[in-house]
RNA sequence: GCCGAGAUAGCUCAGGGGUAGAGCGCGUCCUUGGUAAGGACGAGGUCAUGGGUUCAAUUCCCAUUCUUGGCUCCA
């Protein structure tokens, strides 16, 4: 048979070859790492015969689904030391997820604790260095059936129930056998470091009818180098965590009293973000949009037309009323249907269109209790929003120039690695979504050209579209390599048809323009929480709440430090002078923490030659400078930073 | 919303059936200093809120609120 190798090429081997002996055939390295085979578009067990010409990829750590393949068969490993260890256990489910994989286990009566986790990480590394194979059989219905009965597990007898006969594998190493679906690793040994991370509650299914299940989540790898490494990068997290930082750097805060998931922006937090909105004002001056102000407010009515009453009205904060007329408004969700009524409040010609309108709009949405997390997860939370209301040709032009102006704030922020998810509709169910066929699809291609003509990296996803549109969401990595949705640009065929929007084409005929949702943060409370991660608190010059701290040596200095500062607030340079009673050891030491980027020393020396003494925050004496050239220097890397 | 954990000084946290402690911060004084913490003294708490058990509750029990780890959800 023929067998398509990844660089093109073909090998012939024998029917029956598997991924592994074709890795050997390769070299003794691969065949030594190799974890999975991806055969055709299926991940196949590497010791998997293969009897048909096909392509072939071989999978290692590197590989994403290399190392899924791995942590799933952590999750069997995991099984079969909880099945050791206590006899009777019954299992749910047990998949890898990004970062792991967990096993949803039922411990019946028995009460489970995180201190038992340590016994079970041993068990498991003793299990793994048995080098027990994982082998795969296929198996009837009834048989699979017989063997969960006899072994009382409820569960993996309710999976089969929904499994057609003739489609069912078994995975079985050393002692312990599971229903799976594979692909796994040729054998446990592979899996040199274990670490069981957490134990949580997660309901049979995700039905919270059904029964409360044990769920352990863990992570493997294969050296003890990367577990140590990833468990670095989980306590760096910790420390990076926005929540902390936040309160240390007096950002924002939270008050019982006003309420949870309401965020109060404190002045440096407030500072930092209207940079933010600072910078893309201007830049979005520069690409032809125009601001417009709208109230927190809408009559029910805006949002019986725009729909989202009916899709989310019982499940949003409840409307206010007036108190004579008895008539409901409610707190906005999105800005959308307002600017859909100032695009209506003239007649429009295709002469002017595109419209851009942007407004950094305050919205209100009711989100579960127990789902609210610090910034990014809240209830009022203000958009960088904008709608770009252009005619059908236009679409394609529009949206690559909305990528370029989210490409511009993310070089301005350092966030350098990206990929664009483009969220599509799910065909399988159609209803889920408002809207005509045809213009789902004209939609769909239209944001598909624009990614693939900016050379965007993309990822799709089916059914991840909004009930309105498809879209295109910005994932970026941080420092740490975690992935942040960010910004989104949505196109929207429905919301002008709902509010009946027109223009006066060429032809002096009524046309439906098309519209485009875009917020190149999202929000600016997620945003400044994925940034304050990102850069640790360290926020790039530009942005920066105190971006100077003048430190007299002594109070004899502090006039000369008072001009000094004084001097360079004038340039728009933000900071203060710390006046305290205290050493410059203790100054320095308290800027340092504070993450000020610059300090400015001033002594003795300084005053009598109109200088400053240029500290850098994280890397020390800069030497000195006249307060002149600071200034100049300084303004100058702000403006190479903001582009 | 559901399950688990938590709430003690401005912050980080210890404690425990007999009305409370540390470090940091804050204030006053001494000190006037040269690149990551000078010293002394002092002020600060209805121990989240409401009930209950008890001679006595901050401590034990219940409820509520908020925070937190998950689950579900996310215009």
Redesign the pocket.
């Known amino acids: 048979m023929k067998i398509t190798l990844p660089d093109g090429s073909v090998r012939e081997y024998p029917k029956g070859t598997t991924g592994f002996q074709i890795a050997q055939s390769i070299s003794e390295g691969l065949a030594r790492n190799v974890l999975a085979a991806k055969v055709g578009n299926e991940v196949w067990d590497a010791t998997r015969p293969i009897n048909q010409d096909t392509s072939i990829q071989l999978l290692t750590w590197n590989d994403t689904e290399g190392k899924a393949t791995f942590w799933h068969s952590s999750a069997h490993l995991l099984a079969e030391a909880l099945e050791a260890l206590y006899p009777g256990v019954k299992f749910g489910i047990g998949p890898s997820i990004e970062s792991g994989f967990y096993y949803d286990v039922d411990f019946g009566d028995r009460e489970f604790g995180a201190e038992e986790l340590e016994k079970i990480e041993q068990k498991m590394l003793e299990l793994a260095r048995q080098k027990n194979e994982y082998s795969r059989r296929e198996i009837s219905k009834k048989d699979a059936l017989q063997y969960f009965e006899e072994k009382g597990d409820e569960y993996k007898i309710e999976l089969l129930q929904d499994l057609e006969d003739g489609n069912i594998t078994f995975y079985e190493q050393g002692a312990f056998t599971d229903l799976c679906r594979g692909p796994h690793i040729p054998h446990t040994g592979f899996i040199k470091s274990v670490k069981l991370l957490?134990v949580?509650?997660?309901?049979w299914r995700?039905n919270?009818k059904n029964k409360?299940l044990t769920?352990i989540y863990g992570i493997t790898f294969p050296k003890q180098k990367e577990l140590t490494e990833y468990l670095e990068m989980l306590e760096e997290a910790k420390k990076r965590d926005h929540?902390k930082l936040g309160?240390e750097l007096e950002l924002f805060t939270?008050s019982?009293k006003v309420?949870?998931?309401l965020p109060l922006w404190l002045p440096k937090g407030t500072m930092l973000r209207e940079r933010l909105e600072q910078f893309l004002r201007k830049a979005q001056a520069k690409a032809g949009y125009d601001p417009v102000v709208t109230p927190h407010i809408g009559h029910k009515n805006l949002y019986i037309t725009s729909g989202?009453y009916e899709k989310?009205g019982a499940?949003?904060f409840q409307p206010i009323k007036t108190p004579n007329e008895g008539e409901e408004f409610f707190l906005k969700?999105?800005n959308c249907p307002h600017h859909c009524e100032i695009y209506k409040a003239k007649p429009r010609s295709y002469k002017e269109l595109p419209v851009r309108l942007a407004e950094f709009g305050t919205v209100y949405?009711?989100?579960?209790?127990?789902?609210?997390?610090?910034l990014t997860?809240v209830r009022g939370f203000t958009q960088d929003d904008a709608h770009i209301f252009c005619r059908p040709d236009q679409v394609k032009e529009e949206f690559i120039k909305v990528i370029d102006l989210v490409l511009h704030v993310f070089n301005a922020l350092g966030f350098d690695d990206y990929t664009a998810q483009i969220s599509l509709r799910d065909p399988e169910n159609k209803q889920k979504y408002i809207g005509g066929d045809e213009a789902w699809e004209r939609a769909e291609t239209a944001i598909i050209e624009a990614a693939s003509e900016k050379g965007l990296r993309t990822v799709t996803e089916l059914g991840e579209a909004?009930?309105y549109g498809p879209k295109l969401d910005f994932m970026v990595k941080d420092a740490l390599g975690r992935k942040w949705q960010l910004g989104t640009i949505q196109v929207d065929y429905q919301l002008p048809n709902r509010f009946e929007l027109e223009y006066t084409g060429s032809d002096n005929q009524k046309h439906r323009p098309v519209m485009i949702h875009r917020a190149p943060f999202g929000s600016l409370e997620r945003f400044v929480a994925v940034l304050i991660e990102h850069c640790a608190g360290n926020f790039p010059l530009w942005l920066s709440p105190e971006q100077i701290a003048v430190l007299p040596?002594?109070?004899?200095y502090a006039d000369y430090a008072n001009q000094v500062y004084q001097q360079l607030q004038q340039q728009d340079i933000r900071g203060f002078v710390d006046n305290r009673?205290?050493?410059?050891?203790?100054k320095?030491?308290d800027a340092?923490?504070r993450k000020v980027p610059y300090?400015l020393?001033?002594?003795?020396?300084?005053q009598e030659e109109g200088k400053v003494?240029v500290?850098k925050?994280?890397e020390?004496?800069q030497g000195?400078l006249s307060v002149t050239d600071f200034a100049a220097d300084f303004k100058q890397k702000v403006e190479e930073m903001m582009g």
């Open positions: 957490n949580a509650g997660a309901y995700g919270e409360q769920r929540r309160k939270f019982e309420g949870m998931g989202h989310y499940d949003s969700p999105m949405r009711y989100e579960q209790s127990g789902e609210l997390h610090g997860r909004a009930f040596i002594s109070e004899k009673d205290e050493k410059i050891g203790r320095i030491r340092e923490v300090m020393i001033v002594g003795e020396k300084e003494s500290r925050h994280g020390g004496d000195s």
